[in-house]
């Protein structure tokens, strides 16, 4: 049976071999993919023969600077901000597996059921990743009543959820720009080359302009901006279930329940796969 831990150690071992403290995290898949996805696109480009033919600054301009101040129409500058930084959190988050959370919930209700709520304070100083958590366990500690104890976290969880979806949706946006610039740049270079016929040296320039806006619309959109805001979903969805759970907890140890009722609870919006015994 897992007791009170004196550190951040102390907690990892009594949550058990596997289980994980809200650490920063590199999500491997999203470099993998991001970098495999471009290194292909490269090495056919190099395999051509002209890899410089498909490195145009006007096509750039049109396509990079275009998605990004049309998206800043749909949204305010500081959501735009925001969700340039959001997008690390595909490469670099904090994570903490659902079943990590449950133990970790248990092994606090366990210590609040033998040593009372109070006890709980002690563990505030381990819980450097866990805000939502840390939040979870001071309004406890506080004496709230159960009640409001769910009301504000339910609350908490759901303002930082829509938080996350709307700069994933800022990603989401911009990848429906990027392929529309791309449209227009492509438009731009059709004008500029019939316009210029008589001139045979402006065609190709033109007609790069044209192609290579397409080109670069369709990258940012398909290999970018689109698979991020996809992961950031998913990694929100994720947290919203650890948060979830942490609110369980929580209002369960407010009112005092036996910690095996928290823990069929729990194992009860859990995948079959992430469910956890913890008392057996």
Known sequence: MATISESAKDLQRALGPG?????PTIDFATLFGVIGAFLVIGLAMVLGGSPGSFVDVPAIL???????????????????????KVMLRAVLYHAEPPE?????????ADVARQK????????????????????????VVDGLPA?????????????????????AGV????????????????????????????????IGPAMAVALLTTFYGAVLANMVFHPLATKLERNSDVELMVNQIYS???????????????????????????RVNYFD
């Not at 990590?100 to 606090?108: F, G, P, T, Y």
């Not at 769910?150 to 609350?155: A, C, F, Q, V």
């Not at 209002?251 to 079959?272: G, K, V, Y």
């Open 100 to 108: 990590a959370a449950a133990r970790h919930v248990l092994q606090l």
């Open 19 to 23: 289980s994980v403290v809200a650490v």
């Open 62 to 84: 049109i396509v990079v600077g275009g998605t990004f101040l049309v998206t800043t129409i749909s949204f305010t500058l500081g959501e735009v901000a925001h969700a340039q």
């Open 171 to 202: 990603l989401r946006r911009a990848g429906e720009v990027a392929p529309a610039m791309g449209l227009i740049g492509t438009l731009v270079g059709l004008v500029q080359m019939l316009g210029n016929l008589e001139d045979p040296s402006s």
């Open 147 to 167: 009640e409001e104890v769910e009301n504000i976290l339910g609350r908490e969880r759901h303002a930082t959820h829509e938080r996350h979806i709307r700069s």
């Open 248 to 274: 369980i907890g929580a209002t369960s140890i407010s009112r005092q329940e036996n910690p095996r009722r928290l823990e069929m609870t729990i194992n009860a919006i859990l995948s079959p796969t992430q």
């Open 116 to 139: 009372g709520p109070f006890a709980l304070e002690a563990e505030l100083g381990s819980m450097h990743h866990g805000r939502f958590l840390a939040q979870a366990v001071s309004l």
